[in-house]
């Protein structure tokens, strides 16, 4: 049990290694080495694009959400306007790209799994190996890049949308103005808190699509190994996210940021 | 005699308890077709895929091009997949691509050709399998006899010097089939590649073959033209091409221990 999960855990690093060399290949190698920038593109307009309304929704009511449970402790001591600086702080350091990791799990992790999956089964990688075409660079590559730069995207897009929905729970129903709640905000954030969301964005990226297409390529036994290899995708992904969000939220700590 | 293009030597392979092959050799010569057969699961398509590189080997060896696959760096083995055109068993089409799209990529990705000629080569090699007319048709929209023939002129679209055949004629109907035998046959003449087939289908391994080869337990019994294997007289050959279901091919049933087994007496 042991030794397979250190075996497991090796492969995976042989994948990850393997993609790495080849986004450096790619930079600097000729024809055959290119990822292509079509390829690319498409697939960031299905991992990310996609994802948009979702990530947009969930963190708008995580925002509101926030705003509400702390109205009432705050109110206790007559501050209830500093919801905005706890909303902004959590949103951009750990909650934006936290959900918007998570909800891109559900959609691209577990879809790009279903599909590396499917071409498993269906000899497609086989026949791209046999055509002297590595799947790592084809298929691995685009796939790791359209997800780390998405995310980083939607995050972005997360964080403004998840101030908006506690801004709005404020505005209409704790009695504070716009401009109060943004100033508040501005007061709060600092550069770091949005670097740093932004740094664990595009871990969260690597983490989401890196264990999906391992898990994708690994797939044996038909229909049955797809449905299978998509669950513990997205299992297996939470529970890394989570893991590697302590350890650099730990980290940041420690290094003061 | 020529050199052989791909010799086989001593190899063995294991999955488990299972012998896949047992020192197994066997030399594949220049412009030969050489039909392997064997019943299902006999080894036949990891065979192939060994000879691709695909499969890494317990023992023995495979030289091609005067060089052992096993040791071949990823670069050197890249350029001993590209010579090679591979028809898979399903076709293998990739499904998200269009079929004209299947056929490119290969040029796409090893060629410096302007996409204008790329086009052009597409349709050249889905005429030749009659398939030009659906160049913009996905995979999932062709029958199985097409998907194969498309497969075929994507494997052709690299120009190899061999070409490996997967079941070619698998689950297709009768007509399918010898449609597909014929193709081979006429691309064989026609452009005089070494060819390897491996089928377990009779009368398509007649219609192809130069030479042929039957494994069974991890071993070539029997290596000749086809003319030997028609007029064999060997037990052997004759339950395979008669298809018998009694003979030394047939697995043993196993009698020993079945009352214990039955009545848990174990």
Same mark, same amino acid.
């Given at each position: 049990?042991?030794?397979?999960?250190?075996?497991?855990?090796?492969?995976?690093?042989?994948?990850?290694?393997?993609?790495?060399?080849?986004?450096?290949?790619?930079?600097? #190698?000729?024809?055959?080495?290119?990822?292509?920038?079509?390829?690319?593109?498409?697939?960031?307009?299905?991992?990310?694009?996609?994802?948009?309304?979702?990530?947009?929704?969930?963190?708008?009511?995580? #925002?509101?959400?926030?705003?509400?449970?702390?109205?009432?402790?705050?109110?206790?001591?007559?501050?209830?306007?500093?919801?905005?600086?706890?909303?902004?702080?959590?949103?951009?350091?750990?909650?934006?790209?936290?959900?918007?990791?998570?909800?891109?799990? #559900?959609? #691209?992790?577990?879809?790009?799994?279903?599909?590396?999956?499917?071409?498993?089964?269906?000899?497609? *990688?086989?026949?791209?190996?046999?055509?002297? *075409?590595?799947? *790592?660079?084809?298929?691995?590559?685009?796939?790791?890049?359209?997800?780390?730069?998405?995310?980083?995207?939607?995050?972005?897009?997360?964080?403004?949308?998840?101030?908006?929905?506690?801004?709005?729970?404020?505005?209409?129903?704790?009695?504070?103005?716009?401009?109060?709640?943004?100033?508040?905000?501005?007061?709060?954030?600092?550069?770091?808190?949005?670097?740093?969301?932004?740094?664990?964005?595009?871990?969260?990226?690597?983490?989401?699509?890196?264990?999906?297409?391992?898990?994708?390529?690994?797939?044996?036994?038909?229909?049955?190994?797809?449905?299978?290899?998509?669950?513990?995708?997205?299992?297996?992904?939470?529970?890394?996210?989570?893991?590697?969000?302590?350890?650099?939220?730990?980290?940041?700590?420690?290094?003061?940021? | 005699?020529?050199?052989?293009?791909?010799?086989?030597?001593?190899?063995?392979?294991?999955?488990?308890?299972?012998?896949?092959?047992?020192?197994?050799?066997?030399?594949?010569?220049?412009?030969?077709?050489?039909?392997?057969?064997?019943?299902?699961?006999?080894?036949?398509?990891?065979?192939?895929?060994?000879?691709?590189?695909?499969?890494?080997?317990?023992?023995?060896?495979?030289?091609?091009?005067?060089?052992?696959?096993?040791?071949?760096?990823?670069?050197?083995?890249?350029?001993?997949?590209?010579?090679?055109?591979?028809?898979?068993?399903?076709?293998?089409?990739?499904?998200?691509?269009?079929?004209? +799209?299947?056929?490119?990529?290969?040029?796409?990705?090893?060629?410096?050709?302007?996409?204008?000629?790329?086009?052009?080569?597409?349709?050249?090699?889905?005429?030749?399998?009659?398939?030009?007319?659906?160049?913009?048709?996905?995979?999932?929209?062709?029958?199985?006899?097409?998907?194969?023939?498309?497969?075929?002129?994507?494997?052709?679209?690299?120009?190899?010097?061999?070409?490996?055949?997967?079941?070619?004629?698998?689950?297709?109907?009768?007509?399918?089939?010898?449609?597909?035998?014929?193709?081979?046959? %006429?691309?064989?003449?026609?452009?005089?590649?070494?060819?390897?087939?491996?089928?377990?289908?009779?009368?398509?391994?007649?219609?192809?073959? +130069?030479?042929?080869?039957?494994?069974?337990?991890?071993?070539?019994?029997?290596?000749?033209?086809? %003319?030997?294997?028609?007029?064999?007289?060997?037990?052997?050959?004759?339950?395979?091409?008669?298809?018998?279901?009694?003979?030394?091919?047939?697995?043993?049933?196993?009698?020993?221990?079945?009352?214990? +087994?039955?009545?848990?007496?174990?």
């Amino acid at each position: 049990m042991f030794r397979q999960a250190i075996e497991v855990l090796g492969d995976f690093g042989l994948m990850l290694y393997r993609a790495l060399a080849a986004i450096h290949e790619s930079l600097v #190698g000729g024809r055959g080495s290119r990822i292509g920038r079509a390829n690319l593109w498409w697939q960031m307009n299905r991992v990310g694009i996609s994802s948009i309304p979702i990530v947009c929704l969930v963190l708008f009511c995580i #925002g509101a959400i926030l705003e509400l449970q702390m109205a009432k402790p705050l109110a206790n001591f007559g501050v209830v306007p500093l919801t905005a600086d706890i909303v902004s702080l959590a949103t951009f350091r750990e909650l934006g790209p936290l959900v918007s990791a998570v909800v891109l799990t #559900g959609f #691209g992790g577990a879809a790009i799994a279903a599909e590396l999956g499917t071409m498993v089964v269906g000899e497609e *990688i086989e026949a791209l190996e046999a055509q002297a *075409i590595d799947p *790592i660079r084809f298929l691995v590559v685009p796939r790791v890049l359209a997800t780390i730069i998405m995310l980083v995207c939607l995050t972005v897009l997360g964080d403004l949308v998840a101030v908006f929905g506690g801004m709005t729970v404020g505005f209409f129903w704790l009695g504070i103005g716009v401009r109060q709640y943004l100033a508040h905000s501005r007061e709060m954030l600092h550069v770091q808190d949005f670097v740093t969301g932004l740094i664990k964005a595009g871990v969260f990226g690597l983490l989401i699509s890196s264990i999906a297409c391992f898990m994708g390529l690994r797939v044996k036994g038909g229909a049955e190994g797809v449905g299978l290899a998509t669950s513990r995708t997205v299992v297996y992904t939470i529970v890394a996210l989570i893991l590697v969000d302590l350890l650099f939220t730990s980290a940041f700590f420690y290094l003061g940021f | 005699m020529d050199d052989p293009v791909i010799a086989i030597k001593n190899i063995t392979k294991r999955f488990g308890d299972r012998v896949i092959f047992d020192r197994l050799s066997l030399d594949i010569y220049p412009g030969q077709t050489l039909v392997i057969m064997g019943g299902s699961g006999s080894g036949k398509s990891t065979l192939l895929r060994a000879m691709m590189g695909q499969v890494p080997l317990d023992g023995g060896e495979i030289i091609a091009g005067g060089r052992s696959i096993g040791s071949m760096t990823e670069p050197q083995l890249m350029d001993w997949r590209k010579s090679v055109g591979f028809l898979f068993q399903s076709g293998a089409l990739f499904n998200s691509m269009t079929v004209a +799209d299947n056929l490119a990529l290969t040029m796409r990705e090893h060629s410096d050709l302007a996409e204008s000629t790329i086009q052009i080569m597409v349709k050249i090699y889905l005429q030749m399998v009659g398939l030009r007319q659906h160049l913009n048709k996905m995979p999932a929209e062709l029958s199985g006899g097409m998907k194969k023939r498309a497969g075929l002129a994507r494997a052709l679209m690299m120009q190899p010097q061999i070409f490996f055949y997967d079941e070619p004629t698998a689950g297709l109907d009768p007509v399918s089939s010898a449609q597909i035998d014929t193709l081979i046959s %006429d691309l064989h003449r026609k452009l005089r590649f070494t060819s390897v087939v491996v089928t377990h289908e009779i009368k398509s391994a007649f219609r192809v073959a +130069d030479r042929m080869a039957l494994l069974h337990n991890g071993k070539f019994v029997v290596v000749g033209a086809p %003319d030997e294997f028609r007029s064999s007289k060997d037990p052997l050959i004759r339950q395979f091409i008669d298809g018998l279901s009694v003979g030394p091919l047939s697995d043993p049933r196993g009698h020993e221990d079945y009352e214990k +087994d039955i009545l848990q007496l174990g």
